[in-house]
């Protein structure tokens, strides 16, 4: 499993009903039913990874996430889980305030426009930055609103949300002292536990 799967997994507690979208292939929920005895649903729109998904037991549901969450009833979900999705959706904003709908929690992760290398590679070549975090060009890459860790707790600020718990890591999902000292600056993904 990736590591940041594995970290996510920390904090969902058993025997909980839980929600991924942008689910993938199932390999969080897959994990989390076995090991946790979790009631799981996955969200995806891609028709390949849905069917891996199934077959490992995950129910999945075809859906675009732009659409909104609007099959789901309020507060429904124990924990609701976004892993590297908020950034590609046409408003994050507001899917932030659908994912506590919905869900009495919620954990994000998105990449940090705010990196270091991400702001020497837009400061010395005046392109957007290509890189093993961020590996696609401006004109083909999912990512439409990318941003920083505190454009992220700001939204969340100005939407009334809790922030639980951040972790902050490198790409190979690591923690620091360094990271932890100037996270907007070095770290280059965020994991957020968030709540009302």
Excluded at 10 to 16: D, E, F, G, Q
Excluded at 19 to 40: I, M, R
Excluded at 49 to 60: F, K, L, W, Y
Excluded at 114 to 136: D, E, I, N
């Amino acid at each position: 499993m990736r590591t940041d799967l594995e970290l996510i997994s920390r904090w969902i507690p058993k025997n909980a009903k839980v929600l991924d979208l942008g689910c993938g292939e199932g390999e969080l929920l897959a994990y989390l039913q076995e090991n946790k005895n979790v009631t799981g649903y996955g969200v995806e729109i891609d028709n390949a990874q849905i069917v891996t998904a199934i077959a490992r037991g995950v129910n999945c549901v075809r859906k675009d996430l732009n659409n909104g969450l609007e099959s789901f009833t309020d507060g429904s979900i124990d924990i609701v889980m976004m892993t590297q999705s908020l950034q590609q959706l046409e408003k994050p904003d507001q899917m932030l305030k659908e994912l506590l709908r919905v869900g009495k929690e919620a954990i994000v992760t998105f990449p940090n426009f705010g990196h270091w290398s991400t702001r020497r590679y837009l400061g010395l070549k005046g392109q957007m930055p290509v890189s093993k975090a961020l590996p696609y060009q401006w004109f083909n890459t999912p990512n439409i609103h990318l941003c920083t860790f505190k454009d992220f707790e700001k939204l969340c600020r100005d939407q009334g949300v809790s922030i639980k718990k951040r972790l902050v890591v490198d790409r190979q999902h690591r923690v620091s002292r360094a990271i932890n000292w100037l996270p907007n600056l070095l770290g280059e993904i965020a994991i957020y536990h968030i709540g009302k």
